[in-house]
């Protein structure tokens, strides 16, 4: 072959490859947009001022899902009470305290582990520690806290990630002024951290309010006439509830799916819209 | 220093460092447990029963092979679909998108690993099992192929990333060297890139095939749930149960102590393990890596 037609050739495989690889990124992409929209266009009819704000009726069939969105509500806050602060916590001890050596290293390799362990597992583990164990009961309490676990290792990560980006010479100058270490923490690296340890904690509690694996046995309620009153009761949540009525209801009204499904989809994904435009908006006016 | 200030910053380093240790105290405590409840399958379960094909657990025949079986098969049409797809995926993010186009395209698939299972299952059961029903002629779609392809769906967000991060952490000046010896741009993404980044997507593959065996809801919901032993790849288009959906399905109505409630935590033993195998070898890995943090921010 001469030159040019080699050439030509070579980048006539290019061509050939690069739209072989934009066909595959479409094949993910479209589907993700695609599912997104079909459940908005099913489940906008569904949504009105009773679905939002009502008690299920006929077996689930007919009326609201308050007690649902409630429920996930609660569950996330709960998670949010135990996991931030242990999350951040350990983030700063990563980031600020630990020096490199064995014990680091057990922690990171448990923090990865963490973040590997099945869904299910950390039911298993839920019902095991918190129900039966300590007593708790099918409740938000026992719930809350197998998510909260299962929530950490994002929350660390993150945290431990932004706190490493503060650039060094912060700290410096703030413990060369006297500063003691936990007033350099507290007043200079987290303030500058704050957005992507925000962003961190958004994301993780995103993963923990679409969860149904974690709850189903340690707090989940099928059904429930009532807003749950305390800590120790069992209550209904939006993942659960789309199990529910799309696996265990016979004869249920695909409109109240697609509606149920479409809460859930826009509790998550503004979620994830939050985080994003946080951590856009951070990286914007970061001046170092 | 006054004293409390020196007592307030006594007591915060000794809180901020017990938060520090707390993920070892979990793992080991969610070891603990599992051991306590399931290792007694060991003595009430011969191992011969355990170790069989049959998983009727009314008639106290608890044969696990089906169910891992099932797990495995259900993975590994997952892992056919997700790896070419979400390397494939990450290689175009990396290397051949303009920047204005990743910028859409990370969020999106960002959403991706934010839908929450029972959605995928519910529009599985609702969409895609009739269609593939229809499609592919047979009984029911509520098949481990129909798992598959939820599975392959969930597994891609974290091949894309972790690949993604790992082509994006070869220096700039591989890339060029390589361009300026008259490669192409294709042959250089398969020739110096994808080599220099392998290391890295062999971790992606793997967090993302464990990503795919420890899923629970989605599975449990399309693959028609029937504890059958498969033979063949051809029992993707057959009903299947996963080690997850046994769990999930069974746990809520065993009583506490039982024999059939010592071995579903005796398969999350199993579970736990396999997650403990995947991540510790894919960690070996990413601790060589530079941190994700320092490109991510910047």
Redesign the interface.
């Known amino acids: 072959m001469r030159p040019a037609q080699l050439s030509s050739y ?2 006539l ?2 061509r050939l ?2 739209g ?3 066909g ?2 479409l ?3 479209i ?3 695609v ?2 929209l ?2 908005f266009i099913q489940g906008v009819p569904a949504i009105s001022l009773e679905f939002l704000t009502g008690f299920p009726r006929q077996g689930m069939r007919a009326g609201g899902i308050l007690p649902a969105i409630v429920g996930t509500f609660l569950l996330t806050l709960g998670t949010a009470v135990f996991a931030v ?6 983030g ?3 980031s ?3 020096t490199e050596g064995r014990l680091t ?21 839920g ?3 918190f129900v ?2 300590l007593n708790f009961g099918t409740s938000i309490l026992a719930a809350s806290l197998t998510l909260s ?1 299962m929530t ?2 994002v929350i ?1 990560s993150t945290a ?3 706190l ?2 503060v650039p060094q010479s912060f700290r410096v100058v703030s413990i060369s002024l006297g500063a ?3 007033q350099t923490i507290r007043r200079i690296v987290l303030p500058e951290a704050l957005p ?1 340890i925000l962003t961190g904690v958004i ?1 993780g509690l ?2 923990a ?5 974690p709850i ?2 340690t707090g989940a309620a099928f059904f429930l006439p009532r807003l749950p009153q305390s800590p120790f009761d069992a209550t209904m949540a939006l ?2 509830h ?2 529910v009525i ?2 265990q209801v016979p004869g249920m009204p ?1 409109q109240i ?1 697609y509606g149920t ?1 479409l809460v ?2 826009v509790f ?2 503004g ?2 819209l939050l985080a ?1 435009v946080i951590r856009s908006r951070a ?1 914007a006016r970061r001046q170092w | ?1 006054n004293s409390s ?1 020196k007592r ?2 006594f007591i ?2 000794l ?10 105290i ?2 080991a ?2 070891f603990y ?2 051991l ?2 399931g290792l007694p399958t060991l003595r009430d379960v011969p191992l011969a029963s355990l170790m069989s094909t049959r998983w009727y657990p009314i008639e106290d025949y608890f044969g696990i092979l089906p169910l891992i079986g099932g797990s495995i098969l259900v993975t590994l049409g997952a892992g056919l679909i997700a790896v ?3 390397i ?2 990450a ?3 990396a290397e ?2 303009p920047r204005r186009a990743r910028e859409i ?1 990370k ?6 690993a ?10 599985g ?2 969409i895609l099992a009739s269609f593939l029903r229809r499609f592919l002629n047979i009984p029911t779609g509520l098949t481990a192929f129909n798992g598959s392809l939820l599975l392959g ?1 969930i597994a ?1 967000p974290t091949i ?1 990333s972790v690949a993604e991060d790992a082509l994006d952490a070869v220096p700039r000046s591989y890339r060029d060297a390589a361009l300026a010896l008259g490669a ?4 250089t ?1 398969w020739r110096v890139t994808l080599p220099a980044a392998r290391s890295g997507v062999l971790t992606a593959i793997m ?1 993302g095939i ?1 990503r795919a ?5 989605a599975v449990m ?1 399309v693959t028609g749930n029937a504890p059958v032993m498969p033979t063949g790849l051809g029992m993707l288009f057959a009903p299947a149960r996963t080690m ?1 959906a046994t ?2 399905a069974e ?2 109505e065993v009583s ?1 102590g039982s024999v059939h409630y010592e071995v ?2 005796f398969i ?1 033993i199993v ?2 393990m396999i ?2 195998a ?3 070898t ?2 070996a890995v ?2 060589r890596q530079r ?4 490109r ?3």
Request: hydrophobic share 55%; net charge neutral.
């Open positions: 070579r980048h495989i290019q490859g690069f072989m690889l934009t595959i990124t094949i993910t992409v589907p993700i947009v599912v997104v079909y459940i602060p242990l999350g951040i916590g350990a700063i001890y990563l600020e305290y630990a290293r057990l922690i990171r390799l448990a923090i990865i582990n963490l973040a590997g362990i099945p869904s299910v597992v950390y039911g298993l583990f019902l095991g520690l039966l164990f676990i950490l290792p660390i431990e990630e932004s490493r980006a003691t270490r936990w992507g994301l995103e993963r309010a679409g969860e149904t694996a189903l046995f993942p659960y789309l199990f799309s696996t695909a799916q499904a859930l989809l998550v994904l979620m994830n994003t990286r | 220093m200030l307030t910053e915060i380093s809180l901020i460092k017990i938060s520090g240790y707390s993920a070892i979990f793992v405590l969610i447990f599992l306590s409840e070419p797809i979400g494939g995926t290689i175009f993010i051949i998108a395209l969020p999106l698939v960002e959403i991706l934010g839908l929450p299972s029972v959605v995928l299952g519910f529009l059961i609702l769906g891609i894309v192409t741009q294709w042959q993404i967090l464990g065996i420890g899923e629970t809801m919901m997850t769990i999930a746990m809520g506490q579903l935590f999350g579970l736990f997650s403990l995947i991540n510790v894919a960690s990413v601790f941190k994700r943090s320092e991510i921010l910047s």
